[in-house]
C-alpha cells in the first residue's frame, strides 16, 4: 500500500510507518503541503492520503475533490487540532477525521487500519494456503514456501485484494519506493518467479493474467 502523508514533519511520519508496517506492507511519501502533494498525486498512485488541516477550506477542499477524481477508491483521512472544524471535514467528502493526534501515531495508525480494513489484514487463509503478511511467511499443507522481498510483496498485495484486477503501474507504484524508475518488466520477471515457485508446491497456479488488464489473485 501507498500512503500520501502531507504537512507532517519527519520524524513523525518515521513513527507512523514503523506503527503501520505491524499491519500492512506500505510505502509512506511525505509532502510539506497540499501544493507540494499535487507534485506527488499527479505521478503516484495512493490508496491512502492524511492530510494535516492549514485552516484553508477551499484549498483543502479542492485538494480532496481533486484526489477523489482521480481514483474515487483513495481514501482521505483529516488530521486536525481543532475539534470544531471535524463536521466541516466530513462535509467535505473525506472518509475519517481524527483530533488531536501529534503524539499518538500508534492511534493513528489504528485509525488507518480501520479505515482499510476492507482490503488489508496481517494474514491470507484459503484452505491449506496461508500468508502470514506480517511475519513473511508462506505455508502450503503445512510445507514452508519460500519466496522473498519483492515476489512475497507482490504476492501477499494481490492475496489481500483477491479477484481486483491490477495493472503493472498500479503494482510498481503500491511496492517500489520510486515508481518512477521501475520497468513493467520487473514485475513480469516477478510473477513469473511467483508463479513458478507455488505451481511446484501447489500444482496448480494462483496468479491469473487478465489480458489488457493486468493481474489477479485467484485460488
Known sequence: MRILTIGLDDEYVKRLETELEKYFICIVDNAKDLY???????????????????????????????????????????LTEDEKRQVEHFSLGVDDVIYNHCDEPDLVAARVLANMRQLFGTKVDVGKLVIDIANKK?????????????????????????????????????????PEYVSDNTVEVAINQIRKRLKSILGFQVIHTVRRRGYKFSY
Open 36 to 78: 507540494d502533494a499535487t507534485n506527488f498525486t499527479d505521478f503516484r498512485h495512493y490508496e491512502l492520503v492524511m492530510v494535516v488541516d492549514e485552516g484553508v477550506r477551499f484549498s483543502l477542499e479542492r485538494y480532496v475533490n481533486d484526489v477523489k477524481r482521480k481514483k474515487s477508491e483513495t481514501k482521505i483521512i483529516i
Open 138 to 178: 508462506i505455508e502450503y499443507d503445512e510445507k514452508i514456501v519460500s519466496l522473498n522481498g519483492k515476489t512475497f510483496d507482490i504476492l501477499a498485495y494481490l492475496a489481500l485484494r483477491k479477484q481486483r484486477v491490477f495493472s503493472k503501474d498500479e503494482i510498481i507504484n503500491a511496492l517500489w519506493e520510486e
